[in-house]
């Protein structure tokens, strides 16, 4: 199995003058969910998501070689500029994970900076797009310091392997536009170890797909993702699930090619739903929508039906809710928004997204 073990790279004494690698990665939107895991981060059934634009994270990784190297990471870490001793922590450890694939990380002084475009607080899940950005500076880095990674294709298999390591809805941010991660029989080059790039594979109309986030609350969530993914292990309907994942992923993959906005529409909300009653059918229970969050749902069904406009939602592991749209109808749902939903979002606040190209370098 590809694991990408490494011990030759390790840097030659004296040889190395001090740098930055900086980049800026999206966040995603899952339309198929996983929701459950097994082994080394590795996925119960393969999923699809759009890679967002303006819901992204910079991070910049400076580095410069330490006299004695120890069995350890050195490493100082910024969280918009101010040093974050929890965030520090768990990059620390995560880079200590990486160490066998990595040896020179053991070599560097490194000071981290992260930044997010969104309110840290705002309920937006963070680690794809925090994740999958160290996963690109890392790689950036041993491509630099080695010329091993070359290739874009390597680059980004590597770096999707890597952000998977760190949170396994990451994998998919590495590509432009959508990402599918998890084998699946018909698909060629899909992996249960890293993701591979979509944007290929659907309609033009999903090319400027949107997504507005309405924020109903800021809040925490009660139940971590981790947790949530544990549960799935003795939940009764773990296997089901798993099996209905899997023909979601074939329907919805041939409604995405044909452009058949009223299939991906269907089984994009079911899966919605179906992550969240997972939730609530877990031992023991919990509910991560809120009461505004069903209101809107009610909303945007009525309005939809109503008008025709192909307007679908869908939802994250929280109460936020996820517009999906075709860029013709932009305006429209604009007007909708304006009108009958900010009343049930927190502060009205709504993060107007789109897809968008993927990581970035700055
Ligand atoms: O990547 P994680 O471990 O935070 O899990 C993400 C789970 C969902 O966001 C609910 C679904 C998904 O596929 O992104």
Redesign the pocket.
Same mark, same amino acid.
């Given at each position: 199995m590809l694991d990408y073990i490494n011990p030759k790279l390790v840097i030659e004494r004296g040889s190395l003058s001090p740098g930055k690698v900086t980049w800026k990665s999206p966040s995603?939107?899952?339309l198929?969910?996983?929701?459950g895991?097994h082994g080394t981060?590795l996925?119960q059934n393969p @999923?699809i %998501?759009l890679t967002l634009d303006q819901a992204h994270t910079i991070t910049s990784i400076a580095y410069e070689a330490i006299v004695s190297p120890k069995e350890d990471i050195s490493l100082d870490f910024f969280f918009d500029d101010q040093p974050n001793a929890v965030f520090g922590e768990k990059v620390k450890n995560f880079f200590k994970s990486l160490l066998p694939i990595f040896p020179f990380l053991g070599q560097l002084h490194l000071t981290v900076h992260s930044t997010n475009s969104f309110p840290h607080s705002a309920g937006i899940?963070s680690?794809?797009s925090s994740?999958s950005a160290i996963a690109m500076c890392l790689c950036d880095l041993e491509n630099l310091l080695f010329g091993t990674l070359n290739e874009k294709n390597t680059l980004h298999q590597k770096a999707s392997y890597i952000a998977r390591l760190g949170?396994? @809805?990451? %994998?998919?941010s590495i590509y432009p536009i959508a990402g599918i991660?998890g084998e699946m029989a018909d698909v060629h080059q899909s992996s249960d170890l890293y993701a591979i790039p979509a944007k290929e594979m659907i309609h033009q109309d999903f090319h400027d797909f949107h997504d507005d986030i309405l924020i109903v609350s800021k809040k925490e969530k009660s139940v971590?993702?981790?947790a949530?993914?544990q549960l799935m292990e003795n939940n009764m309907y773990a296997t089901t699930r798993y099996l209905q994942a899997r023909q979601h992923m074939q329907k919805l993959l041939a409604a995405m090619q044909s452009g058949d906005l009223e299939t991906f529409g269907k089984i994009t909300e079911k899966e919605a739903l179906t992550?969240h009653a997972l939730m609530m059918a877990s031992s023991p229970p919990f509910i991560l929508m809120e009461p505004n969050t069903i209101e809107i749902i009610h909303r945007i069904r009525d309005w939809r039906n109503r008008t025709k406009n192909p307007l679908y939602f869908t939802l994250?592991?929280g109460p936020n809710v996820h517009l999906l749209y075709p860029k013709k109808i932009f305006a429209d749902v604009q007007s909708f928004i304006q009108d009958a939903l900010l009343p049930f979002c927190e502060n009205g606040h709504v993060i107007r997204d789109q897809v968008g190209p993927g990581p970035t370098q700055l």
């Open positions: 995603n939107i899952a198929v969910k996983y929701w895991k981060q996925p @999923s %998501s899940a680690s794809a994740m949170s396994g @809805s990451a %994998s998919r991660w971590s993702s981790r949530g993914h992550l994250d592991a």
